[in-house]
């Protein structure tokens, strides 16, 4: 079956503008146009918003979404499995939040008493499980089961001064990245040492044992993976995944 552009936008309940949009980036190209100009869409389209409007739920960014919305047969149902892992990460990490608010409320009501360290252990939980869901196959890949499972339980372990402090450094690390793409920063100059340096800072938080080689090593995955380039690129512009990456192999 084919649809037109207001008949698959009104199934899934996007826009026509949306669709639009997609076909202009080379997100969702039509099965085919029309003489008269008109776009229709196959099963192989609606297979892929589909693909799409998962993905874009968990929040993530169009250009990370791109390969994934291609993908068919055994490659798609590992997508879609990967997807599913996601969501119930996500699942998890919103009832931790619920408990957690739920003991806040009891205690303002003069009940149950609260532990610090359990006012902020969902947070760093949901940042654990987020980070498990999108990057951690390919973590234990190149690191093994055993460096990653240490890095979560280091994280998990973080006092709240220590997690703000993780937290502000990456900031501190987008906003140098984002000055150095923008005035075209060499990798091995100035700012690059200082991005090496701050990303160095931020792995020592949860990294138990901080290795040079490791560092690089990591680097070198944000410019292979494409969801870790998107990480970057969204959050300090195009071009700051190749940027941290090269700033790491030069001075790490």
Same mark, same amino acid.
Request: aromatic residues 8%; positive net charge; proline residues 3%.
């Given at each position: ?9 009104? $199934?899934?309940? /996007?826009? /026509? ?7 202009? @980036?080379?997100?969702? !190209?039509?099965? %085919? ?9 196959? !099963? =192989? ?6 693909? @799409? ?7 993530? !960014?169009?250009?990370? @979404? ?9 490659? %798609? ?25 739920? +003991?806040? @409320?009891?205690?303002?009501?003069? #009940? ?5 360290? &359990? ?7 949901? $940042? /654990?499980?987020?980070?498990?869901? *999108?990057?951690?196959?390919? =973590?234990?890949?190149?690191?093994? +089961? ?15 001064? *220590? ?15 984002? &000055? ?6 060499? !990798?091995?100059?100035?700012?690059? %040492? *200082?991005?090496? *340096? ?18 690089? #090593? ?30 790491? &192999?030069?001075?790490?």
């Amino acid at each position: 079956m084919e649809y037109t552009v207001k008949q698959l936008a009104g $199934l899934a309940g /996007v826009s /026509v503008r949306t669709l639009h949009y997609y076909d202009e @980036i080379g997100l969702l !190209p039509p099965a %085919r146009v029309t003489q008269a100009g008109y776009r229709l869409y196959g !099963p =192989a389209q609606v297979d892929a918003l589909q693909s @799409i409007l998962f993905y874009r739920a968990l929040g993530m !960014p169009l250009a990370q @979404i791109r390969p994934l919305a291609a993908l068919r047969g055994e490659a %798609r149902l590992a997508a879609l499995r990967a997807h599913r892992a996601a969501l119930l990460a996500r699942r998890d990490a919103l009832d931790s939040l619920l408990s957690t608010l739920d +003991k806040t @409320i009891e205690q303002e009501k003069g #009940g149950v008493s609260m532990q610090d360290t &359990e006012k902020f252990a969902c947070f760093k939980q949901a $940042l /654990v499980q987020k980070n498990e869901a *999108q990057y951690g196959a390919e =973590a234990r890949k190149a690191y093994g +089961k055993e460096a990653v499972d240490a890095a979560n339980a280091r994280l998990m372990g973080l006092s709240e001064g *220590q997690f703000a402090q993780m937290q502000a450094a990456e900031q501190r690390l987008f906003g140098l990245l984002r &000055e150095a793409v923008s005035q075209n920063a060499a !990798p091995g100059g100035s700012m690059g %040492r *200082q991005a090496a *340096q701050l990303h160095k800072e931020w792995l020592c938080f949860t990294w138990p044992h901080y290795s040079a080689a490791a560092h690089r #090593g990591l680097a070198r995955l944000y410019v292979q993976d494409e969801r870790f380039t998107a990480y970057y690129d969204s959050a300090a512009g195009a071009g700051a995944a190749q940027f941290l990456c090269s700033a790491v &192999e030069a001075n790490a």
